[in-house]
């Protein structure tokens, strides 16, 4: 029997049945249903279209791991399922797979579906976010070259000031070897020979960084970083324009704690912070510090913390700060988007990074998900 439809014309052209299935199949969205298990029940074109199956016999039986990519977090997916387990709606940015193999970027949401009040399956909407994040890569290499360009005063310093003590030590080394039969002093000669070694191998460090900074493609990649090598790493290219302001930093980092990121996005994230208590200390008088501390307040999640006393945000801007291209430094000082970027980089990381300011001093405090050891497959050293 055919159901009418409301509408003007009054005659119906299929049954309800057939529209919400044709609803279904056609809808914009890409649409998936699973069983308890993730199990995938039924999809719709779009959802065979953005993952490149063949047919939706292709798709059903197998579970929602088809389509994981290894470059989102185990975090992520944990996350996920806690929530849609505990009966709450999941929503967020992922990166998955296509059966061809190539990334597919979506912002989904995942809800419940209950039967008598208890959770029987889920239902996931996907929407393709491939335009958006080509803009937003276009828009983390323009922050990236912005960081460069004021790396490039700091850049003088780093290269200079080994190179001097590097020639001082070999001028010296080329004295005493210069006249044969003279008595050397080895202690003294090889300590030359230490500290020349020691400068080249900071410059080393230095220069891989700064290429590996301006790689285009720094990397999506993800791999376990220790919580102390980031900051240390991230304070390269600005130690010595915080020390030659009289600027104190204290790291106080709790343990060791690892954590699977980004190492060059998250690299930019502390040296966007650090640079912006350098310039908020800007005419500063008196005592300047920055308190740096990571701590794991509970298992599977770090904290890091940055405090600086350079007199605080006013109450009429903080809500604004993280906004994209808002900035209260002249037009070559600043772009607006450190922050705006930094935030966008910690929640692809599943993060948080909140600011408060009070008493003349600015804390932001960043929440990331922490290993609880290091993942046995993914690269140490490796961006
Ligand atoms: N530690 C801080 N103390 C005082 N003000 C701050 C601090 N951090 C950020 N701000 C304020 O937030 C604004 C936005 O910061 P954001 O890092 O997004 O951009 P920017 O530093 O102005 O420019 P860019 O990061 O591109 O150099 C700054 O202009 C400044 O007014
Ligand atoms: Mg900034």
Same mark, same amino acid.
């Given at each position: 029997?055919?159901?009418?439809?409301?509408?003007?014309? *009054?005659?119906?052209?299929?049954?309800?049945?057939?529209?919400?299935?044709?609803?279904?199949?056609?809808?914009?969205?890409?649409?998936?249903?699973?069983?308890? =298990?993730?199990?995938?029940?039924?999809?719709?074109?779009?959802?065979?279209?953005?993952?490149?199956?063949?047919? #939706?016999a292709d798709v059903l039986?197998?579970?929602?791991?088809?389509?994981?990519?290894?470059?989102?977090?185990?975090?992520?997916? &944990?996350?996920?399922?806690?929530?849609? $387990?505990?009966?709450? !709606?999941?929503?967020?940015?992922?990166?998955?797979?296509?059966?061809?193999?190539? +990334?597919? $970027?979506?912002?989904?949401?995942?809800?419940?579906?209950?039967?008598?009040?208890?959770?029987?399956?889920?239902?996931? $909407?996907?929407?393709?976010?491939?335009?958006?994040?080509?803009?937003?890569?276009?828009?983390?290499?323009?922050?990236?070259?912005?960081?460069?360009?004021?790396?490039?005063?700091?850049?003088?310093?780093?290269?200079?000031?080994?190179?001097?003590?590097?020639?001082?030590?070999?001028?010296?080394?080329?004295?005493?070897?210069? =006249?044969?039969?003279?008595?050397?002093?080895?202690?003294?000669?090889?300590?030359?020979?230490?500290?020349?070694?020691?400068?080249? +191998?900071?410059? &080393?460090?230095?220069?891989?960084?700064?290429?590996?900074?301006?790689?285009? #493609?720094?990397?999506?990649?993800?791999?376990?970083?220790?919580?102390?090598?980031?900051?240390?790493d991230s304070f390269l290219?600005?130690?010595?324009?915080?020390?030659?302001?009289?600027? !104190?930093?204290?790291?106080?980092?709790?343990?060791?704690?690892?954590?699977? *990121?980004?190492? !060059?996005?998250?690299?930019?994230?502390?040296?966007?912070?650090?640079?912006?208590?350098?310039?908020?200390?800007?005419?500063?008088?008196?005592?300047?510090? @920055?308190?740096?501390?990571?701590?794991?307040?509970?298992?599977?999640?770090?904290?890091?913390?940055?405090?600086?006393?350079?007199?605080?945000?006013?109450?009429?801007?903080?809500?604004?700060?993280?906004?994209?291209?808002?900035?209260?430094?002249?037009?070559?000082?600043?772009?607006?988007?450190?922050?705006?970027?930094?935030?966008?980089? @910690?929640?692809?990381?599943?993060?948080?990074?909140e600011v408060e300011s009070?008493?003349?001093?600015?804390?932001?405090?960043?929440?990331?998900?922490?290993? #609880?050891?290091?993942?046995?497959?993914?690269?140490?050293?490796?961006?």
């Amino acid at each position: 029997m055919t159901k009418a439809i409301p509408g003007d014309s *009054g005659s119906p052209l299929v049954d309800t049945a057939t529209l919400v299935d044709r609803a279904f199949t056609q809808a914009e969205y890409a649409i998936n249903i699973t069983d308890r =298990e993730g199990k995938l029940i039924k999809v719709n074109k779009a959802y065979i279209e953005l993952y490149k199956f063949r047919s #939706e016999a292709d798709v059903l039986g197998k579970t929602q791991r088809v389509i994981r990519s290894p470059h989102t977090p185990d975090s992520v997916y &944990k996350d996920m399922w806690s929530t849609i $387990f505990r009966g709450e !709606t999941w929503r967020g940015n992922l990166t998955n797979l296509a059966q061809d193999g190539s +990334e597919v $970027f979506v912002n989904l949401t995942i809800t419940p579906v209950r039967e008598n009040g208890e959770i029987i399956g889920f239902m996931g $909407f996907s929407l393709d976010r491939a335009q958006q994040v080509l803009l937003e890569r276009e828009l983390f290499h323009a922050n990236k070259l912005v960081v460069l360009a004021t790396m490039g005063a700091g850049l003088a310093h780093e290269l200079n000031n080994p190179l001097a003590s590097i020639l001082l030590d070999a001028e010296y080394l080329k004295d005493i070897f210069a =006249e044969p039969g003279k008595a050397i002093e080895w202690e003294t000669a090889a300590s030359a020979a230490t500290s020349v070694i020691q400068g080249v +191998e900071r410059m &080393k460090k230095v220069l891989e960084h700064l290429l590996m900074y301006s790689r285009k #493609e720094g990397g999506q990649k993800f791999s376990t970083l220790t919580m102390a090598q980031l900051i240390e790493d991230s304070f390269l290219f600005l130690e010595r324009q915080l020390r030659s302001r009289n600027i !104190t930093i204290d790291v106080e980092v709790d343990g060791e704690i690892f954590l699977s *990121g980004n190492r !060059t996005q998250l690299e930019s994230v502390v040296h966007n912070l650090l640079s912006n208590s350098r310039d908020a200390f800007e005419g500063h008088k008196g005592d300047k510090r @920055i308190q740096i501390r990571a701590r794991k307040e509970q298992p599977g999640l770090v904290t890091l913390e940055f405090s600086d006393n350079a007199g605080g945000i006013p109450a009429t801007i903080l809500d604004r700060i993280f906004e994209p291209f808002f900035t209260t430094k002249k037009e070559r000082e600043g772009t607006g988007l450190g922050l705006a970027i930094s935030q966008k980089i @910690i929640a692809e990381h599943g993060g948080t990074i909140e600011v408060e300011s009070k008493d003349g001093s600015t804390t932001f405090r960043i929440m990331l998900p922490a290993l #609880e050891a290091p993942s046995p497959d993914e690269d140490m050293m490796e961006d």
